[in-house]
C-alpha cells in the first residue's frame, strides 16, 4: 500500500519568515495531494491540494508543489503569521479523496 | 463544503463495554470514511461505509473490533467493541466531495 513520508517533524520559524514542509509517496498511482491543517483540539482543514496533473498550486500565502517523477510534494508558506501555528499534516490517495494515507504530521511554531 | 457532525463529542468508557460514535452529514454521499487518531499521532484509516453493502475494512482493522452501519446515504456508525485502553484515541468520519475531504469534529474516547 501507499507510504507518505514527512518532514520535518517540528519546524520553528520567525514570523514573517517562510515555512517549507516536504513529503514524498511511495505508490506511482497516487494522483490527489492534499494538505490539512489540524489546531489544537480540532478537526483537520483542508487547506490546499494538488492532483497529479499540475505542478503548481497557489493559494495567497500557500503553494503546494509536486513532483511526480521523484515523488515529492512539498508545501510552503510565505510570510508566517502566528495564526499559522498548527500540525500540518500532507496525504496522498488515488483517485479517491476520502481515502487517504497520511503523513506523520509537522508541528509548525511561528514565533511573534 | 459537507457540514458533517458526530456523537458523542467524547466520552469515558470502562474496560470491555462498546460504545457506538454516531455520524451525520447534511448532504448524501457515496462513501463515509472512518480514521484514527492516537493522541499526538496521524490520522489512520479504519474502513469504508457504503451504503447497502459491508464496509471495506483495512489492513489491521477487523468487523469483529469496529462494526460499522451505513443505513442511508447521510448517516453512519462505528462501534468500538470489547475496548481496552490501547483503544483509547479520536474516532473522526469523513467524507468527500468535489472540492476534497471533510473531517467531522470527532469522538474522543478515553478508555480506563
Known amino acids: 500500500g501507499e507510504n507518505v513520508e514527512q518532514h520535518p517533524s517540528t519546524l520553528s520559524v520567525q514570523e514573517g519568515d517562510s515555512a517549507v514542509i516536504k513529503c514524498t509517496y511511495s505508490?506511482?498511482?497516487?494522483?490527489?495531494f492534499p494538505w490539512y491543517k489540524q489546531e489544537l483540539g480540532k478537526r483537520p482543514q483542508l487547506i490546499i491540494d494538488?492532483?497529479?496533473?499540475?505542478g503548481e498550486k497557489k493559494d495567497q500565502r500557500i503553494a503546494v508543489t509536486l513532483n511526480k517523477t521523484a515523488k515529492h510534494f512539498s508545501l510552503h508558506i510565505t510570510e508566517t503569521q502566528p495564526e499559522d501555528s498548527a500540525v500540518y499534516f500532507c496525504?496522498?490517495?488515488?483517485?479517491?479523496?476520502?481515502?487517504?494515507?497520511f503523513g506523520d504530521g509537522t508541528t509548525l511554531t511561528v514565533k511573534p | 463544503s459537507a457540514v458533517i457532525s458526530q456523537k458523542p463529542s467524547r466520552d469515558i468508557c470502562q474496560r470491555g463495554t462498546s460504545l457506538t460514535i454516531q455520524c451525520q452529514v447534511d448532504s448524501q454521499v457515496t462513501m463515509m470514511f472512518w480514521y484514527r487518531q492516537q493522541p499526538g499521532q496521524s490520522l489512520t484509516l479504519i474502513a469504508t461505509a457504503n451504503q447497502g453493502s459491508e464496509a471495506t475494512y483495512e489492513s489491521g482493522f477487523v468487523i469483529d473490533k469496529f462494526p460499522i452501519s451505513r443505513p442511508n446515504l447521510t448517516f453512519s456508525t462505528l462501534t468500538v467493541s470489547n475496548m481496552s485502553p490501547e483503544d483509547s484515541s479520536i474516532y473522526l468520519c469523513s467524507v468527500e466531495s468535489a472540492h476534497g475531504q471533510y473531517f467531522g469534529p470527532g469522538t474522543r474516547l478515553t478508555v480506563t
Open positions: 494538488i492532483r497529479s496533473n499540475v
Open positions: 496525504a496522498a490517495s488515488m483517485n479517491n479523496a476520502g481515502k487517504s494515507t
Open positions: 505508490d506511482s498511482a497516487s494522483n490527489y
